[in-house]
């Protein structure tokens, strides 16, 4: 905890979001991603980024921390449960991904270290 007021230290942290955010996007369009959505919110919940490679859609969710580590734990199940609604909600309004393949992503961003990309971090139940 940090000697500045609460509303600073949220500001500051949603900044460092938003830059973590672009620095995703970034980093899949270089692996041939095409940025979809960003910041989509519904469902109760928030999807980072959608994007789309062939086909495949990718829901991707963005973490960063100090350590790479801990932008790992950093997904809870919670927050999983409540990515999957907002992917549930996503979907209902964009029926041409349903016949796709279709993944929860991670990219995890930490201090001074390149961004990692990681594939089917949580399962989608769409049933």
Request: hydrophobic share 50%; charged share 25%; glycine share 8%.
């Amino acid at each position: 905890m940090t000697g500045r007021p609460r509303g600073i230290r949220h500001a500051a942290a949603h900044r460092t979001g938003i830059r973590a955010e672009r620095l995703a996007a970034w980093f899949l369009m270089l692996k041939g991603y095409r940025i979809i959505a960003r910041r989509y919110a519904a469902g109760g919940g928030e999807i980072d980024i959608v994007a789309r490679r062939g086909r495949t859609v990718i829901f991707v969710e963005v973490k960063a921390r100090g350590a790479l580590d801990d932008a790992r734990i950093a997904i809870t199940a919670m927050k999983e449960r409540r990515i999957v609604g907002a992917v549930r909600h996503w979907l209902a309004r964009n029926a041409w991904a349903m016949p796709l393949t279709l993944r929860c992503d991670a990219v995890f961003i930490g201090r001074r270290s390149f961004p990692r990309h990681v594939a089917n971090v949580m399962t989608l139940y769409l049933d």
